[in-house]
Each structure stands twice: as C-alpha cells, then as structure tokens.
C-alpha cells in the first residue's frame, strides 16, 4: 500500500476508536437513564458519518495524486462510504422502524443500499481487467525494474514480461 494512503486511514481508526470510546463512557456512566441511550446512539452514528465523510475525502484527494491512472477507484471509494453511511443510518433508526407502516422504513432503506451496491457493481464489472494491476501496485512487497521496463516482485529471478535474469539485491 502507498504510504501517503494510510495517513487518512490511520486519522479515521482513532476517530472511530474515540468515538467507541464515548459509546463504552456512555453504557457505563448512563445505563440506568434510558431515553438518553438512543439520542446518544444517533448522535454517535451521525459522528460515525461525519468520520466517514472525511475520510472519503482525504483518501479520495490521496488517491487521485497516487493513482491518477484509475479514476474509476475513487468512485468505488465513495460508494463503499456511500453505503456504510447507509447501514449506519440504517442501524442509527433503527429503533423508530416501527413508527412507519407496513416496513416502510426497511424498504426505504433496502432502496437506499441498492444504489451504491449497483454503481459499485457497475464500476467493478466495467474495469474488472485493471483490478488485478490495481491490487498488485498497492502490494508492500517492493519492485526491482528490469531492463525492458517491466518492474517486477523483488522476489523474483526472471523478468515477468520478457525473462531476462534480474540483478539480486545484497
């Protein structure tokens, strides 16, 4: 993985840690007040998106400098998001789900699920050739360039493309 992907990586898992945090302070301190318990659990899941939200946007600007070549991964990005901001929605309401008739809150937010499951689909299926070149640029194993211009596993003896010896490292 490139490094300067991991710093928005990184600032969204201490956010969310914290904000587990706050959720863990809040059962203990105010277990026993049980209207407060919801309003904390919407509050904590809309801090959840907010999370998300921003971490879409610092990975978003970090990729387009790291991977310029596949635009398409930023779009998979915000529909990943797009769709856990869905579920934490999804699971933030829950509780109100009976206030609406006939499951209506589940349809909707069924609904809502569907539209970035199927750009992500739709975006997936349209660049499945560049995928596996995608997953081998963000491997931590380093790469030795041969002399054709191929770069190639450091593990590697022979050139993966034309298979001429490649130089041991010491």
Known sequence: MKKELLKPMI???????????????????????????????????LAVVIVLLTFMQEFNKQLETSSPEFPQLRQVVSWLIFLFIVLTLYGAFNPFSGDLPYGIYFIIFFILALVPVYFLWKILYKNADKISSLIESFSFEEKTRCSCGMENPESAKFCNSCGLPLKEKK
Request: no cysteine; hydrophobic share 70%; proline share 0%.
């Open 11 to 45: 600032n969204a898992i201490f956010a969310l840690f914290l904000i587990i945090l706050v959720k863990i302070v809040a059962m203990v301190m105010l277990k026993k007040v049980s209207d407060v318990n919801t309003l904390i659990d919407i509050a904590l899941s």
